[in-house]
């Protein structure tokens, strides 16, 4: 049982690139969640969505955007990196939006 | 909006010891709470949650405690080893329209042998 899968776990860019990050779940959740996670700040949510084809703001989401095409996929897109986006983010998914299952992160650093 | 804060960064204590890491919330209106534990290069895990109509909730060496009255609770950890070495976090459930959850800044819990 796989649960929730990012991918990748490291990557490196600079400033005014693109990138894409991708969120699975296997286990059928409708809930799925962005965070971002940087030292002393704990964990701010990004965007999230509560089903297929909705997506929603969370508490930090300028710079960010998101879709969710498929219920099991939840990407998150920098479409010009900036060095304060430099962090550890985590993808999570939940049945009903209380318990959240969280992923193993990806490392991004913005040169 | 809502906030949650933390008492300590960081808790040391000896192995065989009880353990403690408190979490305060603002919002009297949270009706579930949750505990979260991270080691190093890792993701969250779940430990243990409460709902507003529960003072305490006991797992496996865990035992999670709810003050509605000083919008406070707490993680106890019973015998703490070696391995409970991680940063705990508390969220708390935001109801407004969808459910959001939002974190602490958590406590580091350090175990020595």
């Known amino acids: 049982n796989a649960g929730v899968t990012q991918t990748p776990k490291f990557r490196v860019l600079k400033t005014g690139q693109s990138m894409t990050l991708l969120c699975a779940q296997d286990?059928?959740?409708?809930?799925m969640y962005w965070y971002r996670q940087d030292p002393g700040m704990g964990l701010r949510l990004i965007h999230y969505?509560?089903?297929?084809?909705?997506?929603a703001k969370g508490e930090v989401p300028d710079g960010y955007n998101v879709s969710r095409l498929k219920k099991q996929n939840f990407l998150l897109g920098l479409e010009s990196a900036a060095p304060s986006q430099t962090s550890v983010y985590f993808c999570?998914?939940?049945?009903?939006?209380?318990?959240?299952?969280f992923g193993s992160g990806t490392q991004l650093s913005v040169l | 909006g809502e906030s949650v804060g933390l008492h300590l960064p960081t808790l040391s204590v000896q192995e065989g010891d009880n353990s403690i890491i408190n979490c305060a919330y603002s919002n009297s209106a949270s009706d579930y709470f949750i505990w979260y534990k991270q080691e190093s290069g890792k993701g969250p895990q779940f430990i243990i949650d409460i709902r507003s109509n529960m003072d305490k909730r006991q797992g496996q060496r865990v035992t999670v405690l709810l003050n509605k009255t000083v919008k406070h609770l707490s993680l106890q950890i019973a015998a703490t080893q070696p391995g409970d070495s991680a940063v705990y976090f508390c969220?708390?459930?935001?109801?407004?329209?969808?459910?959001?959850?939002?974190f602490g800044k958590g406590t580091m819990l350090l175990v020595s042998p």
């Open positions: 969220a708390v459930l935001i109801r407004r329209g969808y459910s959001t959850l939002t």
């Open positions: 286990m059928n959740h409708e809930y």
């Open positions: 969505s509560v089903g297929e084809g909705t997506t």
């Open positions: 999570a998914s939940s049945p009903g939006g209380e318990k959240l299952f």
